[in-house]
T-cell receptor, first 107, second 118 residues
Framework: EIVLTQSPATLSLSPGERATLSCRAS??????FAWYQQKPGQAPRLLIY???KRATGIPDRFSGSGSGTDFTLTISSLEPEDFAVYYC?????????FGPGTKLDIK | QVQLVESGGGVVQPGKSLRLSCVAS????????MQWVRQAPGKGLEWVAV????????HYADSVNGRFTISRDNSKNTLYLQVNTPRAEDTAVYYC???WGLGAFDIWGQGTMVTVSS
């Protein structure tokens, strides 16, 4: 079973700053890797799939990268609506795993 | 518009059964794999189960395998989750979600809350 670890657990930044969120897999994984944003009281929203492809309607300030065991979600310049919890997710042999989440809050 | 609407949640006693439903609209339901994902209060996301577009294959998280059953009725555009012998740790918001490509979930419902309590 693959375990995903996200860091940091909490990230405090100001609007306009660059955010870098990390997700590490317990062993090398394929490219079935995604990132989600969740705001309080809402369902998650798909941001990135296949490690680096932006989902429909996602602004280009969001980007994903990585391979093997290390994956990164970058938000180039934070907007007020970007402060939320972010989850990474992977699929292996039709079993899906989520990371524990990174809370991005306003400094 | 593309939409998923869950129902069937509520308070259920440990050991009883419950069936959740998810009605899809705005897309060709029968051509997409579907999933259930849950979130315990104040916790992160936990994948529960997946079913292929035609119902031919199903996979479950270890935590629910043997107790939960995912199914679908493509004639009714509806996904189901049969929750048997629930435990307190099954208390969560249950979301249905559409499988996008081979590894992500692009459309989510609003969720239905299941509380397991005597």
């Amino acid at each position: 079973e693959i375990v995903l670890t996200q860091s940091p657990a909490t990230l405090s930044l100001s609007p306009g700053e660059r955010a870098t969120l990390s997700c590490r897999a317990s062993r090398s994984v394929s490219g079935f890797f995604a990132w989600y944003q969740q705001k309080p009281g809402q369902a998650p929203r798909l941001l990135i799939y296949d490690a680096s492809k932006r989902a429909t309607g996602i602004p280009d300030r969001f980007s994903g990268s990585g391979s093997g065991t290390d994956f990164t979600l970058t938000i180039s310049s934070l907007e007020p609506e970007d402060f939320a919890v972010y989850y990474c997710q992977h699929r292996s042999n039709w079993l899906f795993t989520f990371g524990p989440g990174t809370k991005l809050d306003i400094k | 518009q593309v939409q998923l609407v869950e129902s069937g949640g509520g308070v259920v006693q440990p050991g009883k059964s419950l069936r959740l439903s998810c009605v899809a609209s705005g897309f060709t339901f029968s051509t997409y794999g579907m999933q259930w994902v849950r979130q315990a209060p104040g916790k992160g996301l936990e994948w529960v189960a997946v079913i292929w577009y035609d119902g031919s294959n199903k996979h479950y998280a270890d935590s629910v395998n043997g107790r939960f059953t995912i199914s679908r009725d493509n004639s009714k555009n509806t996904l189901y989750l049969q929750v048997n012998t629930p435990r307190a740790e099954d208390t969560a918001v249950y979301y249905c979600a559409r499988l996008w490509g081979l590894g992500a979930f692009d459309i989510w419902g609003q969720g239905t809350m299941v509380t397991v309590s005597s």
